[in-house]
C-alpha cells in the first residue's frame, strides 16, 4: 500500500508565503513526477506544479513566478513553497505522485490534500 500524506497547510494573511510539504511511504519501488494540484469546492482539479525525478519542473501560469517546487528522491518527499499568495490562492492542496511498485506497474497516487486559506 502507498501513502501521500500532506502537511503545512495552513491559515495566513496575503502577502505572506507558505510552504506545504508530502512524503511518501509504503512499498515504492519507484517515483516518477511528483507534483502539486489545487482545487476549489466545485470545480477541477488544477496544477500547480510538477517535479520529475531528474528535477525538471513545470509550473502552472498562476504558479510561475510564485512558486517553487523541489523534491528530495532518497526522503521520497516533495515541497512546495509559495511566496506573496492572494486570497485566491485559497484551496485545498492536493499532493501527487507516479509510483511504481512490483506486482501493480505504474499508477498515479493522490494525497489527502492540505487546506491552504490567505485572509485579506
Known amino acids: 500500500q502507498v501513502q501521500l500524506v500532506e502537511s503545512g497547510g495552513v491559515l495566513v494573511q496575503a502577502g505572506w508565503s507558505l510552504t506545504v510539504s508530502c512524503v511518501a511511504s509504503?512499498?515504492?519501488?519507484?517515483?516518477?513526477?511528483m507534483g502539486w494540484y489545487r482545487q476549489a469546492p466545485g470545480k477541477q482539479r488544477e496544477m500547480v506544479a510538477k517535479?520529475?525525478?531528474?528535477?525538471?519542473?513545470q509550473y502552472s501560469d498562476s504558479g510561475k513566478g510564485r512558486s517553487t517546487i523541489s523534491r528530495d528522491n532518497a526522503k521520497k518527499t516533495v515541497v512546495l513553497q509559495m511566496n506573496n499568495l492572494s486570497p485566491g490562492d485559497t484551496d485545498v492542496y492536493y499532493c501527487?505522485?507516479?509510483?511504481?511498485?512490483?506486482?501493480?506497474?505504474?499508477?498515479?497516487?493522490w494525497g489527502l490534500g492540505t487546506q491552504v486559506t490567505v485572509s485579506s
Open positions: 509504503g512499498r515504492i519501488s519507484a517515483i516518477d513526477t
Open positions: 501527487t505522485a507516479y509510483i511504481f511498485r512490483l506486482g501493480y506497474g505504474w499508477s498515479d497516487y
Open positions: 517535479i520529475t525525478k531528474d528535477g525538471t519542473t
